[in-house]
């Protein structure tokens, strides 16, 4: 039986310390691995330098990442394991996406 590709919605948060160029090898780490597991990039946004609502390893800025990606489904803890392993990636979160955003933009809370 082949497994069956799922689309995913992966949030990523990268030091702030880092290099410009540093950054950009993390997230270039992140996306190989996804590739590596038999998965596919279908979108990138970058949502830049924001402040954490907590520190993270005494850290109070990240860097703000959200990719769309198929990835087959029993690849996913595979991958979670190679995150856990990366030092330069301060927390991740990953869900399953019903489709691409092309523009990632929150509702505001007050119904006004």
Not at 29 to 39: A, C, N, P, V
Not at 81 to 99: I, W
């Amino acid at each position: 039986m082949k497994d069956r590709n799922q689309l995913y919605e992966g949030m990523y948060i990268i030091s702030s310390s880092l290099s410009e160029d540093a950054r950009g090898k993390a997230l270039s780490r992140i996306t190989s691995s996804i590739e590596e597991h038999g998965g596919k990039i279908e979108k990138t946004h970058d949502w830049g330098r924001r402040k954490l609502a907590y520190s993270i390893d005494r850290k109070k800025e990240g860097h703000f990442y959200i990719l769309y990606y198929t990835l087959p489904a029993s690849q996913m803890k595979e991958l979670w394991e190679e995150y856990k392993l990366n030092e330069d990636l301060l927390r991740f979160m990953t869900t399953t996406a019903e489709s691409v955003s092309e523009k990632i933009e929150f509702k505001s809370l007050n119904p006004s």
